[in-house]
């Protein structure tokens, strides 16, 4: 069976489930996600910059792909091949959402004030007036696009898809977390912050699971 039909069927797949399931999901974690931001416990640290937070430049059109992440992470569990891998995927990522909102709650960050006019930015305008910076370390952005990236890839190979098909999906994680620096929402810490929380979440869910993640 070619690539993109075995990727249809496995869409087709408890499509119902996976279709309210991620909307509710995403739904329910900004509820949390902002309510922990507005209602800090102590006052934010604001994280330090690095030399490479002053040299990404600010782009208005990197919000395209900030706001991609929310269609970008529903291809995971839209490409689960059935009930077993649907629930580890939702599992791990209800995880990584648990564990970075308690890092929020028990030690609030917050970007920088950066001095940028955003009134020349308009995209970028709106983005700051919807979400003032807080909840920085780890970046939950970054950590939702590391962990997809890596689930993807593994659904990707199982279904033989081309490389240029799996080179594309590693380009589309890594333009998101670029663009959670250019649009300064994050600085380089909370990236590396929100690699590092993926990762773990992702090696923990395969050593746990490796029967659900084997290759068809």
Not at 181 to 195: F, W
Request: hydrophobic fraction near 55%; include cysteine; proline fraction near 5%.
């Amino acid at each position: 069976m070619p690539w993109y039909m075995a990727l249809g069927q496995r869409i087709a797949t408890l499509w119902v489930v996976k279709m309210f399931g991620t909307t509710l999901g995403i739904s329910g974690f900004f509820v949390v996600y902002f309510w922990v931001m507005h209602n800090p416990l102590r006052e934010p640290t604001v994280m330090p910059l690095t030399p490479l937070d002053h040299w990404v430049g600010v782009n208005d059109e990197a919000m395209m792909l900030y706001g991609s992440l929310w269609f970008y992470i529903s291809l995971a569990p839209a490409f689960a091949k059935d009930k077993a891998e649907l629930l580890a995927c939702a599992r791990d990522a209800a995880l990584m959402a648990v564990v970075g909102l308690l890092v929020f709650c028990l030690f609030p960050t917050a970007v920088p004030a950066f001095a940028v006019d955003w009134s020349q930015y308009p995209s970028l305008q709106f983005l700051k007036a919807t979400d003032a910076g807080g909840n920085a370390f780890p970046s939950l952005h970054v950590a939702f696009a590391v962990f997809s990236a890596m689930v993807l890839a593994r659904q990707l190979r199982s279904v033989r898809a081309p490389a240029w098909v799996r080179a594309l999906n590693l380009l589309w994680a890594l333009g998101i977390v670029y663009s959670t620096l250019a649009t300064r929402q994050h600085v380089l810490l909370d990236v590396l912050g929100g690699t590092l929380l993926a990762f773990a979440v992702g090696w923990a869910g395969n050593t746990r699971g490796r029967l659900v993640w084997k290759e068809a």
